[in-house]
């Protein structure tokens, strides 16, 4: 039976080293981005978020080491940059994590924080949130997974902020590369309750819930030939690897991502080594 209290994907955290280096990278790649934000000081962290609707992309860089971002630190220092973890979102984070808890699993948290947000009127408010992880063991693909319960959307999703230059409105699928891509998908599919199934190209899905995007597990071979001429160096061979993103208008995403995007099928890429680890590739939707 589905989680009640957990639904599919919220949203994507590419870690990043310098986190307003990576920024300006990606708004040169055609993204509207928040104004930078500064989480709890237990959490060490901060953010510039890419809003879609439903869901959004999070860059997330260490500001001060903590043992909360401990794993992220071990994620940088492991693998550099890239898709380090992936949230659901939490209609009551408190059930949520009770829900995994009878399920064998032991949650880490619920956690409360918050960051400042510079509102598009130049008021300052807050965005809140009530957060809780499956144990950090548990991480199919090398991905980590946990949910976040909005306190105060409408500091998140600001209208303003979810208007892109190259067209991105969603996210369809987050690829995540893995030597034995069923294993990891019913790794996932046990810890969301959700049923994996099998591509043709030998890929395996796990859906996150809803009309949210859903899980791609592969191996780095399958998404080569997924996208052919896009050069995948800097993607582990277990780990995320991409975003699969609807674009509203691929004539724009092209103009709006100039040398960085490659043509590749019906897909216009953005290659990992291009936008801090992470292959971005925009569809038409």
């Not at 790649?29 to 992309?57: E, K, Q």
């Not at 059930?95 to 032991?106: H, L, Q």
């Not at 103009?255 to 099928?265: C, D, F, I, Q």
């Not at 953005?270 to 680890?277: D, E, S």
């Amino acid at each position: 039976m589905a989680l009640k209290n957990v639904i599919g994907i919220d949203h994507a955290v590419v870690m990043v080293k310098d986190l307003d280096k990576a920024a300006e990278n990606y708004r040169q790649l055609g993204f509207t981005l928040s104004p930078r934000g500064t989480h709890s000081a237990h959490m060490g962290t901060g953010n510039y978020t890419i809003m879609f609707d439903p869901d959004y992309m999070e860059l997330l860089g260490v500001l001060v080491a903590t043992e909360h971002n401990a794993p992220a630190r071990a994620f940088v220092e492991r693998q550099g940059e890239g898709i380090e973890r992936i949230a659901f979102t939490a209609i009551d984070s408190t059930e949520g994590a009770e829900e995994i808890r009878a399920r064998g699993f032991t949650p880490v948290g619920p956690t409360d924080f918050e960051r400042p947000v510079t509102l598009p009127d130049g008021t300052v408010s807050a965005a809140k949130f009530r957060t809780f992880m499956w144990p950090t063991a548990e991480a199919p693909g090398g991905v980590r997974i946990f949910a976040c319960q909005h306190k105060t959307r409408e500091t998140v999703w600001i209208p303003e902020l979810m208007k892109h230059a190259n067209a991105a409105k969603r996210i369809s699928q987050v690829l995540i590369a893995a030597p034995e891509p069923a294993a990891e998908a019913a790794h996932l599919a046990r810890l969301i309750d959700r049923e994996p199934k099998a591509g043709a190209d030998g890929a395996v899905t796990v859906p996150s819930g809803g009309d949210r995007a859903d899980f791609v597990y592969l191996t780095l071979e399958q998404l080569g030939k997924r996208y052919r001429g896009v050069p995948l160096a800097g993607l582990s061979g277990r780990g995320g690897a991409a975003l699969v993103l609807v674009s509203g208008d691929l004539a724009a995403t092209e103009k709006a991502l100039g040398p960085a995007g490659v043509r590749s099928g019906a897909a216009i890429v953005v290659p990992p080594a291009k936008a801090n680890g992470t292959l971005i590739a925009f569809i038409a939707g």
